[in-house]
């Protein structure tokens, strides 16, 4: 049986929660030792739709990357639901389908339409009751309560810190299981946050290169109060910078001869992938076919 993030969080160690975008980049990161993923809605749309994280990925997209995910890889997930895509009933519908999917998190955000990502300006919240009304959908259309509710408010940036808190504080009097306030930009906002919530329930804490919160370390946030941290779009952002590298070189070069000590060959990708594993197990079953 699978590990759950309540397994994980009853160890006190700071989770660590590299941002994922398709089955690949999971199992790398399982490999590598991490101990869950964050399915990040923006990374899907970066990669899936070569687009900004706009609201344009839709939750049929979402929950086919994340049944491939789950399907490969036997570390947690935690999974970008937005806003729910829609009102409560939309909510409910997003849970019961991350949850038979595979999630073992369903974050889910106070943002109206068109929502945005969590670091860019102009975006829009919903009341703070009707954001708790979908708290409670959500936590009454999940079939196991191993599966985390994560409650995120994006209004430092609409409505200033201090609201903030009390949206946060209500989302936990909901019964949120995890809290993330996205987006302070100040370490002593992030005590503030800290201090102010973290005896009643974890809190997530989101690295954004280039965004709006200081990129900090695990050890520090934990420091300062932080349960898990989230690195949502830094794998998209490495991916590219390496990338746009790879082309322009063999557009140069017309080969891929002088990079091959930058990449791995068709047979480490093989062997990363299970490639030997896979054929066994098909050979297994093609000997319980007999004789036809």
């Given at each position: 049986m699978k590990k759950t993030f309540k397994d994980k969080m009853n160890n006190h160690k700071m989770l660590i929660l590299p941002g994922v975008y398709d089955a690949l980049s999971a199992l790398l990161a399982q490999q590598t030792g991490f101990e869950g993923v964050y399915l990040s809605g923006a990374s899907i749309s970066y990669t899936r739709l070569g687009r900004s994280d706009v609201g344009l990925v839709s939750v049929s997209e979402v929950a086919n990357t994340l049944e491939m995910i789950c399907d490969r890889v036997d570390i947690p997930v935690m999974v970008d639901a937005d806003n729910g895509y829609g009102n409560a009933l939309n909510v409910q519908r997003t849970v019961r389908q991350f949850e038979r999917a595979g999630a073992s998190a369903i974050q889910l955000e106070d943002q109206s339409y068109p929502k945005r990502c969590g670091h860019l300006n102009g975006k829009i919240l919903i009341k703070t009751s009707e954001m708790v009304g979908k708290i409670n959908a959500a936590l009454d259309a999940r079939k196991s309560e191993e599966t985390l509710i994560v409650a995120r408010t994006d209004?430092?940036?609409v409505e200033g810190l201090s609201e903030a808190i009390e949206r946060a504080q209500r989302y936990c009097d909901a019964g949120a299981d995890i809290i993330f306030v996205e987006a302070p930009s100040s370490i002593d906002d992030m005590s503030l946050i800290v201090e102010s919530l973290a005896p009643r329930v974890p809190l997530l804490a989101n690295m954004v290169e280039g965004g709006q919160t200081p990129l900090l370390t695990a050890d520090k946030l934990k420091k300062i109060g932080y349960k898990l941290v989230i690195f949502p779009g830094g794998l998209v952002r490495a991916q590219t910078y390496l990338t746009q590298r790879y082309l322009a070189?063999?557009?140069?070069d017309g080969s891929t001869i002088n990079m091959l000590d930058k990449m791995v060959d068709?047979?480490?990708?093989?062997?990363?992938i299970g490639t030997e594993e896979l054929l066994t197990l098909g050979a297994r079953y093609d000997t319980l076919k007999g004789d036809e």
């Open positions: 209004a430092i940036s070189q063999l557009l140069r068709f047979q480490k990708l093989n062997e990363i």
